[in-house]
């Protein structure tokens, strides 16, 4: 699949922020500012030497990454298969239920792609590595304001001053992460930069949203329905029901699957089956259970159920991914 190397220009009609009555993206990306919260966040690096082809972190994160160097490209999937190309200065936001990958060529296969290993920014990085992946991770209600289940945001480096405010906040979080003598508060400084990161982040969803996408990002400001998922991705085994996601995000259980579809794009069952899934991949990977066993974990009455699903959703046999795949952890400590 060839590599889609352009990026859309910022508007010349740049965001200006200023209310009009007759203006729903305006209204929405006020709404959108409201409730920047940013606890849990911290921040990591990979560095990466080519040829490579590494699966994005996942699990109930969110996730932006930062390009340094290149040339690298990026696959996703979201029920269709794109390559993009990133720029250095590229930052990419995502949810960690997008399967991703980051390739060293746009026609690397992804096949056995292992999991990006991070370390700390606070740790030297590979002076042999030309290419380096800043990655910033935080529990999914915290960036539920601009981030998709099944969507990706990309913000090129010429995005103008959203660009470059960005890129000034995420300097200042290097500076005080890579400090070899830490000053008190770094911790509370980070997060205030990293609510910059996303205030801005918010700014560009806004400001490239057209009227008929003006419903969607309203959904985005709803963190009932994101923390409903999030609390069914850490538990996805559990006896789950639409009734008992709508009881954790308050909501009547009608309310709740549309607003849940109007969010993600799909249903709460299809998703939480999707959740279930990936527990089952991580579970071939991390430990010896029979294919067998791994069915039931993952709530199938037979194998051959769970092979057919597992197909769909991962295009090979389980019996492959665990011979090719070697997950290590999702996310860095905090």
């Known amino acids: 699949m060839p590599a889609r190397a352009s990026f859309a220009p910022y508007p010349k009609t740049a965001y200006d922020w200023r209310m009009t009555e007759d203006s729903a993206a305006d209204q929405e990306a006020q709404v959108l500012l409201t409730d920047i919260r940013m606890d849990g966040v911290s921040f990591s690096s990979a560095c990466l030497k080519p040829p490579f082809c590494a699966a994005g972190l996942s699990g109930p994160v969110s996730l932006c990454y930062v390009v340094r160097g290149g040339p690298l490209w990026l696959e ?57 992946l800043l990655v910033g991770h935080a529990p999914m209600e915290a960036l539920a304001l601009t981030n998709t289940v099944s969507g990706v945001l990309i913000i090129p480096p010429d995005g103008g001053r959203v660009a470059r405010r960005i890129a000034r906040a995420i300097e200042g979080i290097e500076d005080e992460l890579r400090d070899p003598d830490p000053m008190p508060g770094a911790a509370a400084v980070v997060r205030r930069l990293s609510e910059t990161i996303l205030m801005n982040i918010a700014r560009w969803a806004a400001s490239q949203a057209t009227e008929a996408q003006t419903s969607a990002l309203s959904a985005l400001t709803d963190l009932r329905v994101m923390r409903a998922l999030a609390a069914a991705a850490r538990s996805p085994l559990d006896a789950w029901t639409v009734s008992r996601m709508a009881a954790v995000a ?16 799909d249903t709460p069952l299809h998703m939480l089956a999707r959740l279930r899934l990936r527990a089952a991949a ?40 665990r011979a090719t795949h070697n997950h290590g952890p999702t996310v860095a400590p905090a």
Do not use: C, Q
């Open 282 to 321: 991580e579970a071939l990977t991390a430990g010896t259970a029979n294919l067998e066993e791994v069915a039931a974990l993952a709530g199938y009455g037979s194998a051959a159920a769970f092979v057919r699903a597992f197909r769909r959703a991962y295009d090979t046999t389980p019996a492959r991914w």
């Open 250 to 265: 308050g909501m009547s259980r009608t309310a709740f699957a549309a607003r849940f579809n109007a969010v993600t794009g």
């Open 76 to 132: 996703t999937d979201t029920g269709r298969r794109e390559v993009m190309a990133l720029a250095p200065g590229t930052v990419v936001g995502l949810s960690g239920f997008v399967d991703h990958w980051f390739k060293s060529g746009p026609e690397t296969p992804v096949m056995g792609a292992k999991t990006l290993t991070i370390r700390p920014l606070s740790e030297p990085r590979d002076a042999g590595a030309p290419l380096e």
